[in-house]
């Protein structure tokens, strides 16, 4: 069975600190990762996502992942953060060969602080 | 949130009545799906069709009904079956490939008393 942890509920960091938000996933086989955020009321938005190769991802806003197949772990990160980072991420996660569905974690809350 | 649209943003019923949540897309994807969010349970999977006239259940299907009678448009009907209808529902599209990067809508909020 395929499932997505997110360990951490909430997260906050000072503006202008370095961010990560964590995500482990459970899957047989090889994973396609992906990480979405969501504001307020809104849809949820991509950021970036694993499929193969290098195992640093870069996305928007200038998001980064670490794809890290031993800790089986695909942990989002930011090298500075922004007051307007703040929102929900969920990481999700599918095995091409298995289930057509993409399995979400439940999401980690990100406050930045001015 | 691209080029997908819901409609409308606020819904609210009373209990017993069935309510129909309208999505559209305009990406010419072949694959669309409804994912209902509740606090702190991330998202679940409602129904997701690959193709027209074709949908599939997901997780959580009891007390929903789909129809994909055109490409563009998967609407979802909350029937009255429904034990806790009030949520958040996103509906979301993709290429049916390999990937299958998903692209969401801005989500209808459902609130039944």
């Known amino acids: 069975a395929q499932s997505v942890a997110q360990p951490e509920d909430q997260v906050k960091v000072a503006e202008g600190n370095p961010l990560t938000v964590k995500c482990t996933y459970s899957?047989?086989?090889?994973?396609?990762l992906f990480w979405y955020v969501q504001y307020p009321n809104r849809g949820l938005q991509f950021l970036l996502k694993?499929?193969?190769?290098?195992?640093l991802v870069k996305g928007s806003y200038g998001f980064e992942a670490e794809f890290n197949k031993s800790q089986t772990s695909f942990h989002l990160k930011k090298p500075s953060a922004l007051v307007s980072d703040s929102a929900l991420y969920f990481c999700?996660?599918?095995?091409?060969?298995?289930?057509?569905?993409?399995?979400f974690g439940t999401g980690t809350r990100l406050t930045v602080i001015p | 949130d691209g080029g997908i649209t819901q409609s409308p943003k606020y819904l609210f019923r009373k209990e017993g009545q069935n309510v129909t949540l309208s999505c559209e897309q305009n990406l010419n994807h072949d694959a669309m799906y409804w994912y209902r969010q509740d606090p702190g349970q991330g998202l679940r999977l409602i129904y997701y069709s690959q193709i027209v006239n074709d949908f599939q259940k997901g997780d959580i299907a009891e007390g929903y009904s789909v129809s994909r009678e055109k490409k563009e448009s998967f609407p979802l009907t909350v029937t009255s079956a429904q034990k806790n209808p009030t949520a958040f529902y996103l509906c979301a599209s993709s290429t049916w490939d390999r990937v299958r990067e998903q692209y969401f809508g801005p989500g209808t909020r459902l609130t039944v008393t």
């Open positions: 999700a996660v599918r095995v091409p060969t298995g289930a057509n569905n993409l399995f």
């Open positions: 694993y499929i193969t190769g290098d195992n």
């Open positions: 899957v047989s086989g090889n994973p396609y």
